[in-house]
């Protein structure tokens, strides 16, 4: 299952510092230039949960150690982020924040949970994908060692909330105080380990109740792809506009951050990597050449180029994959060493933003550059 690129609004996030308010409407996300380009990684980390509205699919996945393929990419994915001293930000559904669960009184998962009422799902309960059971038993529900993993990694990585059970918050049936009660028992699970969540990444990118997340805490969530480039030109100065784009990308393509009328930074998806999946005959040199470009269209335009992917992702080719992500945080980390972009996490973002008072009317604010030095973790 890949994740959609529906819902949310254009724009983008950046780390250097905002430049002034560019566009938007009085009631809607005011986006932001920024001082310097910024590069951030978002990953989606789900293990079986992210089947969680398909359990028989989870289980089947479970028994034939396709989750232990996604474990062994985790490690491999640190390993890349430390060696170009990339802070990345981890979107770990909350339900694997636990090494273990137990049924209610009532023989349910969860029982204080709200549940969604979507209408596909008939009379099943939704937590029924649950085994309570233990990390040891049933890894592929539960992920407290990803956690440590993620927490030891030497370049400090932020750990995000992708709901505590992978509901779609955007479809009919979740309501607002459905999300409220994914978002209570995520900060809850992650609490018990020292762990503040407090940046959002949508389950399927289904975008809906924003307005409900600075209520827990959060700064900053993945938006929804950006505006189409272009729009508003004649057909034929699009196309022409959009091939030029596709060899060397213009100002036209660039994203920017958007903060939301609620106060929460919109920090949309630009890039989905899933190379083996999407193009799995081309070399690696082919499957880096489009988000290298992106990188430096973030440098040369002050924009935003966020890379996301789940660890599923990067089975179907593994080295290859790793290989190709490992030459894009190379090529950021040149740039970022060059001063012209910044690494940095999500939460680390929506901070500088907010520091320099973008989205605010300011018209002219900088933030201090993450550069080469670790991140905090959001």
Known sequence: MTDTGAGGTGGAAGS?????????????????????????????????????????????????GDYDDERRLVDAALAVFERHRIAATWALVGHLFLDRC?????????????????????????????????????????????????????????LACHGFSHLMAGDDGCGPEVLDSELAASAAAARALGVELRSFVFPRNSIGHVERLPAHGYVAYRGGRPRPAFAGRPPWARAALRAVD???????????????????????????????????????????????????????????????????NLTAAPDRAIAALDRIC??????????RLDTVTMGQLADRLAAAGAGRGSPSASAPASSSVPATPG
Do not use: K
């Not at 709200?114 to 309570?132: E, Q, S």
């Open 246 to 312: 596709r060899i060397r990308p213009l100002a036209g393509s660039a994203a920017r951050p958007a903060r939301h009328p609620a106060g929460v930074w919109n920090l949309p998806q630009t890039y989905l990597f899933a190379p083996a999946t999407q193009r799995p005959r081309l070399p690696v040199a082919a499957w880096v050449r489009r988000p290298v470009a992106r990188l430096r269209q973030a440098a040369r335009h002050r924009s935003l180029f966020h890379l996301w992917f789940h660890p599923y």
């Open 102 to 158: 137990e049924a209610g009184p009532d023989g349910r998962p969860h029982p204080d949970l709200a549940r969604p009422a979507y209408g596909w799902l008939g009379d099943r309960d939704w937590f029924a994908i649950d085994p309570c059971a233990t990390l040891d038993a049933a890894p592929a529900f539960y992920g407290r060692d990803l956690v440590e993993r993620i927490r030891a990694c030497p370049v400090e990585q932020e």
């Open 330 to 339: 190379a090529a950021a980390a040149g740039l970022r060493d060059a001063g």
């Open 16 to 64: 250097g510092g905002a430049a002034g308010a560019t566009g938007g409407r009085a009631d809607g996300p005011v986006e932001v230039a920024l001082e310097r380009g910024a590069f951030v990684v978002s990953i989606d980390t789900e293990m079986a949960w992210g089947l969680a509205h398909r359990p028989d699919e989870a289980r089947a996945a479970a028994r034939r």
